[in-house]
Structures are given as C-alpha cells and as structure tokens.
C-alpha cells in the first residue's frame, strides 16, 4: 500500500472581498499525495489550484478544511513547529523573475534559506553548498556572483529550483513553474524536476494548466474548475477515458502532431463566459457551459463519488439515483450515454 505523505481534506480558502462579498477560491476540495509521486493539479486560470498550493505551505489561512502534512495538522502547527515544517516544504513559484530579489547575488538567493534555517555555520560549507546545488540544476559555480537580471527565463527558474531544494525538502508545490517559459525551454525544465525527483525522491504537487506537459511529469491528476475538483485519476486514465465533460473539453482543446488526424477530430468549444467565484452557479458549477446539463444541475451539487477504481469524479452524470447506468464514455470523439 502506498503512503501518503499529504492529505487535503473538505479545503476551503475564502476571500472576503468587502461588502458582504465572498470569493470562492476554493470550495470543499479533497484529495491526497502519495509519498514519492507527482500529483498534477489542472484547470483554467482562475480555478483555485494556485490558491490550494500556497494554502497548503501556509502562506493563505484556511477558511475550513485540514491540510495533514506527515500526520501532522500544517494550519495548527505553533510557530516553532511551522519553523520546522518549512524545511520539509519548498514552493517553487511560477514567476522566476519577481521570485528572485534583484538586488541579490545568486549566492545570496541560494543560500538565505540555509541561513534562516541556522546551516552550514561555516560560510565555506555554505558556498560550497550554493555551487553544489547550481550544478545540480544545470547551472555553474561562476553563476553564484551573478544577478537574476542576467539570466534568461529558463536560467532564473532553475535558481529558484536550486533555492527550494536548499533545505533538502520533501515535498514541493511547483505552481506552474513552466508557464513563464518559451516552449523550447519548458520540456527542459520538466525533465530536470524529474531528474531531481529520481535522484533526492521528492515528492511534487505539479500545478498547471497545460494538460500535455501535466500528463509527462504526473502519476495523477486532479481536474479543477471555479475552486471545486471535478475529478480525480491515474494519468493515462485520465487521457484515455475522460469522464467529467470539462475534462473531456480540455483534452480537446489539445492539438495533436498529425494533420490528418487533427483535422478530422471534433474540438468540444464550451460556450459561455467563465462565472465569477464570488457568485457561483447553483448546484453543479460547470452547468452553465456544460452541453450535458439536466434540470438537476441546477438543483444539487453533484457528489463526489468514485466510479471506477481510483477515478473519481463529481457529476450528475454518473449518479446511480438519476441515471440507470453511470458508465458515459467517449466513443472516438463522441460523447455516448448509455
């Protein structure tokens, strides 16, 4: 049996927008990390999947929910205990640039958390340390007395890697680390965050809206939309039998290397504008864009419910109480209820 090293349970993180407003960011979502994997976190911008990362480390206060990191509730950790929790749990933050702090050397960003943390009291330790990580992530010791401002973008996020592998975490929450980069450089980067995992076994919540480069770095992968989770899979699973129709939708939306194919396939377009998180639809969220609504999508909020093994999913679809079957696949590029 595998072991869980993270586990989200019943999350919400709330923002009180003023006059009696609520932001939604993230509504009742739940799920776990297996020690050692990769769990991919999906959606659009704006879906909450950000928000659930910084939540986790603690950098937002829940609104309700626990986030249990290794048995232990993070969000009732005391402030030495929190102290501690840090060098377990790293962020690596999809701005490379406004990450970094100008004024400071590579050195110096590298090697502040090892400084914070009371390591390496020998400043000579500590050095060789910086160089040791900037190796390790592809760079070189002669970066050390550089600034962010001279490196290209694939550069400055493998400084941040090397800075949040500084305390030799367990865990780390890379929330989209490769949207910033030019294409040529994303694959680069993914394949050293492998590498790394390999060699130090870490563990990564992967958050993301690219759903190719998820599939290549993920055991598993949560769908989110408007700050709920939609569903839960195996990554293959999820790319070969899609069940939730945003899913369905986005694996669409991605182009396939093959003219032939890819002029001949049908693209799933979701009509209607994305609904604001500080007031979301009645019962299912997705309803308003979904071409499969019935009459009580509107009604009840669909439970989230495992159908098959390890795959879950939150629709009306796949309710037992309103349909005689839940078993709703896609048949080449159409979508059959049976």
Known sequence: MKEKILEVKNLKKYFDMGKGTMLQ????????????????????????KSTIGRTILGLYNKTAGDVIFDNENVHALSEKERFQFYRRMQMIFQDPYASLNPRST???????????????????????????????????????????HE???????????ARALALDPDFIIADEPISALDVSVQAQVVNLLKELQIEKGLTFLFIAHD???????????????????????????LYENPLHPYTQALL????????????????????GELPSPTNPPSGCVFRTRCSMAMEVCSQVKPVWQEVEQEHFVACHLYDETINNKKSIKRNSETLTVH
Do not use: W
């Open 25 to 48: 960011a993230v509504n009742d979502v739940s799920f776990h990390v297996n020690k050692g994997e990769t769990f991919g976190l999906v959606g659009e911008s704006g879906c909450g």
């Open 106 to 148: 590579v050195r110096e960003v590298i090697s502040e958390p090892m400084e914070v943390h009371g390591l390496y009291k020998n400043k000579k330790a500590q050095l060789e340390r910086v160089y040791q990580l900037l190796e390790e992530v592809g760079l070189n010791r002669d970066h050390a007395n550089r600034y962010p």
């Open 151 to 161: 490196f290209s973008g694939g550069q400055r996020q493998r400084i941040g890697i």
């Open 211 to 237: 759903l190719s480069m998820v599939k290549q770095f993920s055991d598993r992968i949560g769908v989110m939309y408007l700050g709920n989770m939609v569903e839960l899979t195996e990554s293959n699973q």
């Open 252 to 271: 669409s939306a991605i182009p396939i290397p093959d003219p032939d194919i890819e002029e001949k396939r049908e693209r799933i377009i979701l009509e």
